[in-house]
């Protein structure tokens, strides 16, 4: 196996790795791991992750605020993701979204924080990476204004197929975790088999969403290769094949992987 497997979006700025993080990323290696990408959840989390791109190779990072946090969000907070999307392993504008399940922020003011988020993925020529949760109409009529301008990638797919019909017509990528391993993830497994295979990518959201047989544990990038063997199942492919089409499409929208 060669480096292929690309975990585009994970948490390591979460507490759970403060204690091992090189033998998490070691463990990575060992498995044929090659690139990750770390997902800002706060300005404080962006400025995180922007250190440990410093200080490893293979980790790049987004620069944006989580849909829980939208009501921090102030026209300096907007700056300060601006300045740190302007250095060169920032891939993406996130995550940013909606998530009107726990309802942590505002719904209006998620969705005009979300709106400016879009802005400057213009603006940065960036694109973005988006969370939507039990919001996916919202979040596609919000999209479908600026649709054609931006490109990105619905992180996590969590709707149904009418709305994956919906973002694969503005040109998104979908992307596929430890979700679709689970027992009760059949109408996300049907998804899977309707996604383009250039339009598909692959992430653990690491520490979150471990995969089965592994539930219970906390998830690490390592751990991708559950939702790749799961795809290539669906597909008839093998991890391989799945892994380079990973690599493809994380080469073809975030400009790195290949």
Do not use: W
């Not at 292929?4 to 390591?12: G, N, P, V």
Request: contains cysteine; proline residues 3%.
């Amino acid at each position: 196996m060669t480096k292929r497997l690309i975990d585009t979006h994970a948490h390591l700025d979460d507490e759970r790795f403060k204690d091992d993080l090189d033998e998490v990323l070691l463990r990575f290696s060992e498995a044929g791991g090659g690139i990750i990408i770390n997902a800002a959840a706060s300005v404080g989390s962006a400025l995180f992750s922007k250190q440990l791109s410093d200080k490893y190779e293979n980790v790049y990072f987004t620069a944006g605020v989580h849909p829980h946090e939208a009501d921090s969000v102030t026209s300096a907070v907007m700056d300060e993701i601006k300045a740190l999307a302007a250095f060169p392993k920032a891939v993406a504008i996130g995550e940013v979204g909606l998530d009107f399940c726990l309802m942590h922020s505002e719904k209006s003011r998620q969705e005009k924080v979300f709106a400016d988020f879009i802005g400057l993925a213009l603006e940065t020529d960036l694109p973005l990476a988006v969370h939507v949760r039990d919001a996916h109409r919202e979040a596609i009529d919000i999209l479908q204004a600026e649709a054609g301008s931006y490109r990105g990638v619905m992180h996590c797919y969590s709707g149904g197929r009418e709305h994956l019909k919906s973002y694969l017509d503005m040109g998104f990528y979908i992307s596929l975790g430890g979700v679709i391993t689970f027992k009760k993830s059949d109408a996300l497994r049907d998804c899977a088999l309707y996604i383009p295979e250039d339009r598909i990518l692959f992430e653990t959201d690491c520490p979150y969403l471990t995969p089965e047989p592994l539930r219970g544990r906390r998830n690490e990038p390592a751990f991708i290769t559950y939702a790749f063997d799961k795809y290539a199942a669906l597909k008839g492919l093998d991890r391989e094949k799945t892994a380079l089409l990973n690599a493809a499409n994380c080469s073809a929208l975030f400009g790195i992987g290949e």
